[in-house]
């Protein structure tokens, strides 16, 4: 896997015009309690919305409103047609899933996408599972903008966490997508590793997750 992904990264206002992408089911897990966040999760490739609906529906997490969409055979925009009202907003996502979130993050910081078109959405969370930052090489200079970029990014709080026994995105891709995203100007980011974990989610992270979005949300407490 490279560690840059040109099928994020680049992308013109022309290749969108031509081709026409049709998302699968978005599957909605709505808060047991008082609604206080909404969290966009975004699956992986060869995955969907579904099983990760079923998923985030036990987290003992009754404030947050989970989005699962299903994602097309092709990456595209996210957030396009997704309402929210409430206050906060988060992303996260499993492997692909996990690198859309990212490069999103830093879009939400320079306050556009790669192709130069509004970013307008306001983020305040973003978790990332097993995967990778995309468009790493450019980041740096990208983030010397303006001081409203430095101030964004230091600011947005960011949990990536990863397996060492990962065979499919390797740990180091991990571990170095922190370190860029760090020496970047991203200070409020958290990286967790777990020793014989794959490709996959244990419930010891699943709860990292639930910790770190109650604290950072700032929510009313977990459901026992």
Not at 65 to 73: D, G, R, S
Not at 95 to 111: I, R
Not at 148 to 177: F, I, M, N
């Amino acid at each position: 896997m490279s560690f840059t992904s040109p099928s994020i990264c680049s992308g013109s206002r022309a290749t969108a015009t031509k081709k026409t992408f049709e998302f699968g089911r978005t599957h909605v897990v709505r808060p047991k309690g008082k609604h206080q966040a909404t969290i966009v999760w975004l699956h992986g490739l060869g995955d969907n919305g579904s099983s990760w609906s079923q998923l985030l529906e036990t987290l003992p997490l009754p404030n947050i409103k989970w989005i699962c969409p299903t994602a097309p055979t092709r990456p595209v925009a996210i957030f396009g047609g997704f309402p929210c009202t409430a206050f906060k907003l988060g992303i996260g996502g499993f492997s692909m899933g996990a690198a859309t979130a990212l490069y999103s993050a830093t879009c939400c910081t320079q306050g556009r996408y790669g192709n130069g078109s509004p970013y307008t959405v306001n983020i305040s969370a973003v978790v990332g599972l097993s995967g990778w930052l995309p468009c790493s090489r450019s980041l740096k200079n990208n983030m010397g903008g303006s001081n409203e970029t430095v101030r964004r990014a230091a600011s947005l709080p960011l949990l990536l966490c990863h397996g060492r026994a990962d065979d499919v995105v390797l740990y180091k891709y991990g571990e170095k997508s922190a370190e860029v995203l760090s020496s970047a100007g991203f200070r409020s980011l958290t990286f967790k590793t777990y020793n014989g974990l794959g490709h996959y989610t244990v419930p010891e992270e699943m709860d990292e997750v639930c910790n770190w979005l109650t604290a950072r949300l700032g929510l009313e407490g977990k459901r026992s």
